[in-house]
Protein backbone atom coordinates (compact mmCIF):
# COMPACT_ATOMS: atom_id res chain seq x y z
CA UNK A 1 0.00 0.00 0.00
CA UNK A 2 1.15 3.57 -0.76
CA UNK A 3 2.63 5.03 2.08
CA UNK A 4 0.36 7.56 2.26
CA UNK A 5 -2.80 5.72 1.93
CA UNK A 6 -1.66 4.25 5.01
CA UNK A 7 -1.37 7.63 6.70
CA UNK A 8 -4.34 8.24 5.56
CA UNK A 9 -5.74 5.28 7.14
CA UNK A 10 -4.33 5.13 10.04
CA UNK A 11 -5.30 8.93 10.32
CA UNK A 12 -9.12 7.76 9.68
CA UNK A 13 -8.85 5.00 12.50
CA UNK A 14 -6.90 7.44 15.19
CA UNK A 15 -10.04 9.72 14.71
CA UNK A 16 -12.51 6.96 14.69
CA UNK A 17 -11.20 6.05 17.83
CA UNK A 18 -10.36 9.50 19.62
CA UNK A 19 -14.48 9.87 18.45
CA UNK A 20 -15.46 7.04 20.52
CA UNK A 21 -13.34 7.80 23.43
CA UNK A 22 -14.68 11.74 23.38
CA UNK A 23 -18.40 10.12 23.13
CA UNK A 24 -18.03 7.49 26.09
CA UNK A 25 -19.56 8.77 29.10
CA UNK A 26 -17.76 8.20 32.58
CA UNK A 27 -20.22 6.37 34.76
CA UNK A 28 -20.55 8.08 38.41
CA UNK A 29 -22.69 6.39 41.21
CA UNK A 30 -23.87 9.04 43.27
CA UNK A 31 -25.68 7.77 46.67
CA UNK A 32 -28.40 10.15 48.56
CA UNK A 33 -28.00 10.29 52.08
CA UNK A 34 -31.70 9.64 52.28
CA UNK A 35 -34.62 9.14 50.12
CA UNK A 36 -35.06 12.32 47.22
CA UNK A 37 -36.67 15.28 47.87
CA UNK A 38 -36.04 18.60 47.75
CA UNK A 39 -33.03 19.13 49.75
CA UNK A 40 -31.57 17.33 46.36
CA UNK A 41 -32.88 19.36 44.04
CA UNK A 42 -29.18 20.70 42.87
CA UNK A 43 -28.40 17.25 41.72
CA UNK A 44 -31.56 16.23 40.21
CA UNK A 45 -31.62 20.01 38.46
CA UNK A 46 -28.24 19.06 37.10
CA UNK A 47 -28.65 16.04 35.93
CA UNK A 48 -31.71 16.55 34.30
CA UNK A 49 -30.54 19.79 32.39
CA UNK A 50 -27.25 18.15 31.13
CA UNK A 51 -24.82 19.71 33.26
CA UNK A 52 -23.32 16.42 34.28
CA UNK A 53 -24.01 15.24 30.26
CA UNK A 54 -22.02 18.45 29.19
CA UNK A 55 -19.16 17.24 31.37
CA UNK A 56 -18.64 14.10 30.14
CA UNK A 57 -20.68 11.98 32.43
CA UNK A 58 -23.55 9.36 32.97
CA UNK A 59 -24.77 9.86 36.61
CA UNK A 60 -26.73 7.28 38.31
CA UNK A 61 -28.30 8.96 41.75
CA UNK A 62 -29.29 6.12 44.39
CA UNK A 63 -31.40 6.41 47.48
CA UNK A 64 -30.15 6.48 50.84
CA UNK A 65 -30.22 4.77 53.97
CA UNK A 66 -28.68 7.75 56.11
CA UNK A 67 -25.31 9.34 56.18
CA UNK A 68 -23.31 6.57 57.89
CA UNK A 69 -24.38 4.47 55.24
CA UNK A 70 -23.66 6.23 52.41
CA UNK A 71 -20.14 6.90 53.95
CA UNK A 72 -19.17 3.33 53.89
CA UNK A 73 -20.28 3.06 50.89
CA UNK A 74 -18.17 5.34 49.22
CA UNK A 75 -15.09 4.35 51.41
CA UNK A 76 -16.12 0.34 50.30
CA UNK A 77 -16.19 1.40 46.84
CA UNK A 78 -20.07 0.62 46.36
CA UNK A 79 -20.91 3.98 45.40
CA UNK A 80 -18.21 7.02 43.84
CA UNK A 81 -19.71 10.06 45.47
CA UNK A 82 -22.03 10.87 48.21
CA UNK A 83 -23.79 12.81 49.90
CA UNK A 84 -23.18 13.29 53.76
CA UNK A 85 -23.35 15.28 56.89
CA UNK A 86 -19.78 16.60 58.00
CA UNK A 87 -20.31 15.35 61.67
CA UNK A 88 -20.75 12.12 60.55
CA UNK A 89 -17.99 11.72 58.57
CA UNK A 90 -15.48 13.64 61.58
CA UNK A 91 -17.16 11.19 64.21
CA UNK A 92 -17.07 8.27 62.01
CA UNK A 93 -12.94 9.34 61.35
CA UNK A 94 -12.94 9.69 64.88
CA UNK A 95 -13.87 6.41 65.77
CA UNK A 96 -11.12 5.00 62.72
CA UNK A 97 -9.03 5.76 60.06
CA UNK A 98 -12.15 6.11 56.99
CA UNK A 99 -10.75 5.27 53.42
CA UNK A 100 -12.79 8.51 52.14
CA UNK A 101 -12.66 12.53 52.16
CA UNK A 102 -14.97 15.17 52.26
CA UNK A 103 -14.98 17.02 49.23
CA UNK A 104 -17.54 19.69 48.69
CA UNK A 105 -19.79 22.12 50.99
CA UNK A 106 -23.35 21.52 50.79
CA UNK A 107 -25.15 23.23 53.81
CA UNK A 108 -22.83 25.37 55.28
CA UNK A 109 -25.40 26.37 57.83
CA UNK A 110 -26.71 23.56 60.31
CA UNK A 111 -30.84 23.20 59.57
CA UNK A 112 -32.07 21.73 62.71
CA UNK A 113 -34.71 23.73 64.04
CA UNK A 114 -37.29 23.51 66.46
CA UNK A 115 -40.69 24.41 65.22
CA UNK A 116 -43.96 25.51 68.08
CA UNK A 117 -47.79 25.67 67.57
CA UNK A 118 -47.96 29.67 66.70
CA UNK A 119 -50.27 29.26 69.79
CA UNK A 120 -47.97 27.74 71.84
CA UNK A 121 -46.53 31.06 74.15
CA UNK A 122 -43.11 29.69 73.10
CA UNK A 123 -41.24 32.27 71.49
CA UNK A 124 -37.77 32.09 73.02
CA UNK A 125 -35.73 28.88 73.85
CA UNK A 126 -36.13 29.70 77.54
CA UNK A 127 -40.05 29.05 77.15
CA UNK A 128 -39.36 25.97 76.93
CA UNK A 129 -38.69 24.89 80.32
CA UNK A 130 -41.21 23.05 82.00
CA UNK A 131 -42.55 21.92 78.26
CA UNK A 132 -42.41 18.74 76.24
CA UNK A 133 -40.25 17.96 73.12
CA UNK A 134 -40.36 15.22 71.09
CA UNK A 135 -37.40 14.94 68.97
CA UNK A 136 -36.64 12.49 65.91
CA UNK A 137 -35.28 9.08 67.54
CA UNK A 138 -32.22 8.98 64.73
CA UNK A 139 -30.99 12.47 63.89
CA UNK A 140 -27.35 14.33 64.53
CA UNK A 141 -29.58 17.25 66.06
CA UNK A 142 -31.04 14.86 68.51
CA UNK A 143 -27.32 13.65 69.76
CA UNK A 144 -26.31 17.46 69.60
CA UNK A 145 -29.28 18.44 71.73
CA UNK A 146 -28.67 18.19 75.42
CA UNK A 147 -25.26 20.28 74.77
CA UNK A 148 -27.73 22.74 72.62
CA UNK A 149 -29.55 23.13 75.61
CA UNK A 150 -26.87 24.24 78.09
CA UNK A 151 -24.99 26.07 75.79
CA UNK A 152 -27.97 28.42 75.95
CA UNK A 153 -28.03 28.32 79.78
CA UNK A 154 -30.73 25.67 79.94
CA UNK A 155 -30.72 22.76 82.08
CA UNK A 156 -31.89 19.37 79.94
CA UNK A 157 -33.92 17.92 83.00
CA UNK A 158 -35.98 20.87 82.94
CA UNK A 159 -37.41 20.03 79.61
CA UNK A 160 -39.05 16.78 79.33
CA UNK A 161 -37.99 14.98 75.91
CA UNK A 162 -39.42 12.03 74.01
CA UNK A 163 -37.94 10.23 70.89
CA UNK A 164 -39.99 9.46 67.95
CA UNK A 165 -39.74 7.99 64.46
CA UNK A 166 -39.47 11.47 62.34
CA UNK A 167 -42.95 10.62 60.70
CA UNK A 168 -44.48 10.72 64.01
CA UNK A 169 -43.70 14.75 64.85
CA UNK A 170 -45.69 17.03 62.89
CA UNK A 171 -48.87 14.89 64.03
CA UNK A 172 -47.91 14.98 67.32
CA UNK A 173 -47.07 18.54 67.18
CA UNK A 174 -50.16 19.30 65.52
CA UNK A 175 -52.60 17.29 67.97
CA UNK A 176 -51.30 18.77 71.35
CA UNK A 177 -49.50 15.79 72.44
CA UNK A 178 -46.06 17.69 72.59
CA UNK A 179 -45.26 20.98 72.63
CA UNK A 180 -42.63 21.65 70.49
CA UNK A 181 -40.46 19.15 68.30
CA UNK A 182 -36.91 19.29 66.88
CA UNK A 183 -36.55 18.65 62.78
CA UNK A 184 -34.63 20.70 60.20
CA UNK A 185 -35.78 23.51 58.98
CA UNK A 186 -36.21 22.17 55.33
CA UNK A 187 -38.80 19.77 56.88
CA UNK A 188 -40.68 22.61 57.75
CA UNK A 189 -43.05 23.23 54.49
CA UNK A 190 -43.88 19.37 55.33
CA UNK A 191 -44.62 20.12 58.93
CA UNK A 192 -46.73 23.30 58.35
CA UNK A 193 -49.01 21.42 56.33
CA UNK A 194 -49.93 19.09 58.98
CA UNK A 195 -50.29 22.07 61.48
CA UNK A 196 -52.77 23.84 58.74
CA UNK A 197 -54.89 20.34 58.60
CA UNK A 198 -55.44 20.75 62.34
CA UNK A 199 -56.35 24.64 62.07
CA UNK A 200 -52.89 25.74 63.77
CA UNK A 201 -50.31 27.95 62.57
CA UNK A 202 -46.36 26.49 63.16
CA UNK A 203 -43.32 29.20 63.94
CA UNK A 204 -39.72 27.80 63.20
CA UNK A 205 -37.34 28.51 65.37
CA UNK A 206 -33.81 27.89 63.75
CA UNK A 207 -30.73 26.24 65.98
CA UNK A 208 -27.98 27.84 63.60
CA UNK A 209 -29.63 31.36 64.80
CA UNK A 210 -28.77 30.03 68.34
CA UNK A 211 -24.98 29.06 68.78
CA UNK A 212 -25.70 26.09 65.99
CA UNK A 213 -22.56 27.38 63.89
CA UNK A 214 -21.50 23.79 61.99
CA UNK A 215 -21.63 22.33 58.67
CA UNK A 216 -23.72 20.17 57.18
CA UNK A 217 -24.81 18.08 53.99
CA UNK A 218 -21.72 17.42 52.20
CA UNK A 219 -20.28 15.31 49.57
CA UNK A 220 -17.90 12.24 50.02
CA UNK A 221 -15.54 10.42 48.13
CA UNK A 222 -13.42 6.99 48.53
CA UNK A 223 -9.81 7.61 48.51
CA UNK A 224 -9.53 5.01 45.69
CA UNK A 225 -11.69 6.59 43.41
CA UNK A 226 -10.31 10.35 43.92
CA UNK A 227 -6.94 8.55 43.57
CA UNK A 228 -8.03 6.73 40.52
CA UNK A 229 -10.36 8.74 38.76
CA UNK A 230 -9.44 12.44 40.04
CA UNK A 231 -10.65 14.25 36.68
CA UNK A 232 -13.95 12.40 36.81
CA UNK A 233 -14.21 13.93 40.64
CA UNK A 234 -13.49 17.17 39.53
CA UNK A 235 -16.02 16.88 36.50
CA UNK A 236 -19.06 16.39 39.09
CA UNK A 237 -18.03 19.07 40.99
CA UNK A 238 -17.91 21.37 38.35
CA UNK A 239 -21.18 20.26 37.04
CA UNK A 240 -22.30 20.61 40.51
CA UNK A 241 -21.06 24.21 40.85
CA UNK A 242 -22.45 25.23 37.42
CA UNK A 243 -26.22 23.97 38.10
CA UNK A 244 -26.26 25.38 41.74
CA UNK A 245 -26.94 29.14 41.05
CA UNK A 246 -29.65 28.38 37.93
CA UNK A 247 -31.16 26.13 40.38
CA UNK A 248 -31.23 28.40 42.82
CA UNK A 249 -32.54 31.22 40.47
CA UNK A 250 -35.19 28.57 39.66
CA UNK A 251 -36.41 26.27 42.32
CA UNK A 252 -40.08 25.52 40.83
CA UNK A 253 -37.61 24.09 37.48
CA UNK A 254 -35.76 22.56 39.99
CA UNK A 255 -38.24 20.46 41.77
CA UNK A 256 -39.85 20.01 38.19
CA UNK A 257 -36.74 17.95 37.43
CA UNK A 258 -37.03 16.14 40.31
CA UNK A 259 -40.54 15.04 39.60
CA UNK A 260 -39.33 13.93 36.23
CA UNK A 261 -36.54 11.67 37.29
CA UNK A 262 -38.51 10.54 40.62
CA UNK A 263 -42.39 10.61 39.53
CA UNK A 264 -43.39 9.30 43.51
CA UNK A 265 -41.77 13.11 44.74
CA UNK A 266 -44.09 15.89 44.45
CA UNK A 267 -43.29 18.78 42.66
CA UNK A 268 -45.03 21.13 44.85
CA UNK A 269 -43.39 20.00 47.78
CA UNK A 270 -40.11 19.55 46.75
CA UNK A 271 -40.16 22.87 45.47
CA UNK A 272 -41.01 24.03 49.17
CA UNK A 273 -38.42 21.87 50.63
CA UNK A 274 -35.63 23.33 48.08
CA UNK A 275 -36.42 26.96 48.77
CA UNK A 276 -36.40 26.24 52.96
CA UNK A 277 -32.95 24.81 51.95
CA UNK A 278 -31.46 27.47 50.06
CA UNK A 279 -30.46 29.83 53.14
CA UNK A 280 -28.26 26.73 53.82
CA UNK A 281 -26.64 26.96 50.89
CA UNK A 282 -26.64 30.17 50.02
CA UNK A 283 -25.43 32.25 52.78
CA UNK A 284 -22.69 34.60 54.47
CA UNK A 285 -20.59 31.33 55.24
CA UNK A 286 -20.33 29.90 51.80
CA UNK A 287 -19.78 33.89 50.15
CA UNK A 288 -16.87 33.82 52.83
CA UNK A 289 -15.40 30.68 51.98
CA UNK A 290 -16.79 30.22 48.30
CA UNK A 291 -19.00 27.73 46.80
CA UNK A 292 -18.40 24.62 48.07
CA UNK A 293 -15.45 25.46 49.87
CA UNK A 294 -14.69 24.76 53.61
CA UNK A 295 -13.89 27.43 56.34
CA UNK A 296 -11.36 25.88 58.86
CA UNK A 297 -12.59 28.21 61.25
CA UNK A 298 -16.56 26.98 60.79
CA UNK A 299 -15.01 23.28 60.64
CA UNK A 300 -13.76 23.45 64.02
CA UNK A 301 -16.86 24.47 65.39
CA UNK A 302 -18.15 21.58 63.79
CA UNK A 303 -15.73 19.41 65.37
CA UNK A 304 -16.45 21.38 68.76
CA UNK A 305 -20.10 20.24 68.63
CA UNK A 306 -19.94 16.85 67.58
CA UNK A 307 -16.62 16.30 70.13
CA UNK A 308 -18.51 17.74 72.99
CA UNK A 309 -22.02 15.94 72.37
CA UNK A 310 -20.28 12.55 71.28
CA UNK A 311 -17.85 12.50 74.28
CA UNK A 312 -14.71 12.21 72.17
CA UNK A 313 -11.64 14.44 72.90
CA UNK A 314 -11.00 17.66 71.51
CA UNK A 315 -7.44 16.59 69.93
CA UNK A 316 -8.63 12.69 68.61
CA UNK A 317 -8.92 14.73 65.94
CA UNK A 318 -7.70 17.31 63.32
CA UNK A 319 -10.99 17.98 61.33
CA UNK A 320 -9.32 19.29 58.08
CA UNK A 321 -7.86 16.09 58.04
CA UNK A 322 -10.92 14.70 56.93
CA UNK A 323 -11.61 17.21 54.16
CA UNK A 324 -9.63 17.43 50.94
CA UNK A 325 -10.58 20.76 49.05
CA UNK A 326 -8.14 19.88 45.96
CA UNK A 327 -11.24 18.79 43.77
CA UNK A 328 -13.69 21.92 44.47
CA UNK A 329 -13.09 24.43 41.46
CA UNK A 330 -11.68 27.46 41.32
Same mark, same amino acid.
Given at each position: ??????????????????????????????????????????????????????????????????????????????? =?IGNVGLDAAL???????????????????????????????????? =?????????????????????????????????????? =????????????????????????????????????????????????????????AGDTFLAQRP??????????????????? =?????????????????????????????????????????????????????????????????????????????????
Amino acid at each position: MDIRLRLAALAATLTLALGTAAGAAEPVIYQLGWVPGGTNAIEYYALAKGYFAAEGLDVTIRSGNGATDTLSKVAAGAA =DIGNVGLDAALAAAAEQKVPAKVIYALFTKNPGSIHVGADSGITTLA =DLAGKKIALPAYSSTTVTWPLFVRRNGLDPDRIDTVKV =DASALAPMLASGQVDAIVNWVTVAPLDRAVMAAAGREMVVIPMSEHGLESYSAALAAGDTFLAQRPEVARAFLRALAKATPAAIA =DPDGAAAAIHALVPEVDAAIAAQEFRAAIPLIENEVTRAAGLGRFDPAQVAKTWDWVAQSQGFAPAALDPMSVIDMSFVPE
